[in-house]
């Protein structure tokens, strides 16, 4: 794990969250190689939900998404990810804002 | 579940969706207003200034009750390098005045006040639940939502789409597009809490007094973006905020940069000490007048950030949202006090009246200035503000050097990063993206 990836978990513990276990609202379609906007994810999400496995592919944990829709903005046209609100009353809750 | 038909549904209730769900209840119309978080204001995020004037203009005598943090006396544009900040900074005791007219507030608190309003006139509040599709008769006409509740659709005469900068129904009903990467900001920001003492001490600001930072320069690392630091009562709202594409392109993470900032030696004793309690991440419309999507249709219009009203030159976005949402309330309003019905030909009033509010004319004066800033980001966000200190630092130190040389030095400096012809050119076409 990257000294960033450690810093991230100790940002996003500060949030409250109520996750729909077992329904998570983003998906990524399965693929060989990811687009380069895909890739950027592992970078670019600021929860850090994106991350790319050993062998090449990059999977998605939605536990940690603050619901920004930076990830639907660069991947959902594409179809490389599936994107829809979590249900009412789930997902991040902030406190302040 | 509900069945009764409304006269107005409102998807949302962030400052769009209240503005426009208290003005249609508070005229008498029967208003269904629905919102997936558990309560209003746990989904959005926001810097937060809010702007007296357009709030006045829905709740005149909102500084009775709402929650308010520190209205603002000072204002800090700041350019930074890596070690340093010039900057411009405008601190007035006219704005020490009876109704003052910005203050900072925390969008959660401030959210839940503003739909309680809603439902004191009249409005219903329907909380944790999420629309998920719109429901439209054979002629194409939106005549109401069907949501994640159990129990089908729920009509009305018409639907506001206040459903936020990335909502997902209006895009998915292709009444509009998607936001393009370079048309949002990606803004991450930490809540940094402190006793209410330490923050007048630290900015020199008496009780209720508020001070605001915004800050361009290598924090961005030649991205398009701005930091931001504004005072709560007792906290520091911090962060920063750069356009989707260049994070994308350039494959920085969000909360490096926040990092960064928070340890750069002009911000880091600001915020010593501080316990930090949440951090958040929101999307900014940046696309500004010629990003703005088609506003009206057969029974449906779209207010506030989903319709991209966002002033990226001057920071503001909460009061267009709110404004565009007090309209498109009064139009909708009018067009049912005429016994009309709510069709695409009708509701163009909402447009109408919009275009004669500040919200159309702003967005329409800066119409140039997100390609201009978008396209040259490298220049506007780090080789000037390196320029800049280097000439301030140049002009301030004392080193035996004689002033005519130093200001030469500074001159040849300018002319090596842009070229003579590059600095004429940049000037020309900021003038002409500001005129």
Redesign the interface.
């Known amino acids: 794990m990257t000294i960033a990836a450690s810093r991230i978990e100790e940002k996003l513990y500060q949030n409250r969250y109520l996750v729909d276990s077992g329904r998570p609202h983003i998906k990524v379609r399965p693929h060989q190689k990811p687009s380069s906007n895909l890739l950027a994810l592992t970078r670019v999400c600021p929860a850090q939900c994106y991350e790319l496995t050993d062998e090449g592919q990059v999977e998605i944990i939605a536990d940690g998404c603050m619901e920004c829709g930076t990830c639907r903005v660069l991947c959902e046209a594409s179809g490389e990810i599936e994107w829809n609100y979590p249900r009412g009353g789930f997902g991040v809750l902030f406190k302040f804002g | 579940m509900i069945e009764e038909k409304f006269d107005a549904i409102v998807v949302g209730a962030g400052m769009s969706g209240n503005a426009a769900a208290y003005t249609m209840a508070s005229q008498g119309l029967n208003v269904l207003q629905l919102e ?3 309560y209003p ?6 810097g ?1 200034i809010m702007y007296a004037n357009m709030l006045e203009k829905i709740i005149p005598d909102f500084r009775d009750d709402a929650p308010l943090e520190r209205h603002l006396v000072e204002q800090r544009l700041w350019i930074m390098d890596d070690t340093s900040h010039t900057g411009i900074h405008y601190r007035s005791d006219d704005f020490n005045e009876a109704k003052p007219n910005r203050y900072t507030i ?4 401030f ?1 839940k006040w503003f739909s309680r309003k809603v439902r004191e006139a009249g409005a219903t509040v329907l ?4 629309v998920t599709e719109l429901v439209r008769d054979t002629k194409d006409k939106v005549i109401g939502v069907r ?3 159990t129990g089908g659709e729920i009509l009305a005469d018409v639907v506001v789409l206040a459903e936020g ?2 909502g ?1 129904l209006g895009t998915r009903a292709r009444l509009r597009e ?4 370079k048309s ?1 900001a ?1 803004a ?1 920001k ?2 940094h809490f402190l006793p209410e003492e330490v923050i007048e001490q630290r900015f020199g600001l008496k009780a209720g007094e508020g001070c605001v930072i915004e800050a361009v320069g290598t924090i961005s690392r030649s991205m398009a973006g701005l930091g931001f630091l504004y005072t709560n009562k007792e ?1 520091i709202s911090l962060g920063i905020g750069c356009l ?1 594409s260049d ?3 350039m ?6 940069i926040l ?1 960064a900032l928070k340890s750069h030696p002009s911000i880091r004793p600001l915020i010593a000490g501080s316990e ?8 900014i419309p940046e696309g500004g007048y010629k990003a703005i999507p088609q506003l009206f249709g057969d029974g449906w219009v779209v207010v506030g950030d989903a319709a991209q009203l966002n002033n990226a030159v001057h920071r503001e976005g909460s009061n267009l949202a709110m404004t565009s949402g007090r309209i498109a309330a009064e139009a909708i309003v009018q067009v049912k006090s005429r016994t009309r019905p709510m069709t695409k030909q009708n509701l163009a009033l909402y447009k109408t009246m919009l275009e004669k509010s500040f919200v159309i004319k702003d967005l329409k004066k800066y119409k140039d200035m997100p390609a201009l800033l978008h396209t040259n980001s490298q220049n506007f966000f780090t080789t000037y503000p390196q320029l800049m200190s280097q000439a301030a630092q140049n002009f301030m130190r004392v080193d035996g050097t004689p002033k005519i040389d130093k200001e030469k030095a500074t001159t040849a400096a300018f002319i090596k990063a842009r070229s003579r012809w590059g600095l004429v050119s940049d000037v020309v076409r900021l003038a002409f993206a500001w005129r």
């Open positions: 997936r978080g558990e204001g746990s989904k959005n995020v926001q937060a925390i969008r959660a608190q959210d909380c944790e639940t999420t949501t994640d509740r900068v990335s997902l998607m936001p393009k990467p949002v990606l991450v930490e809540m906290s989707v994070f994308a392109s494959m920085e993470s969000p909360y490096v990092d930090v309690k949440e951090y958040a991440a929101h999307l």
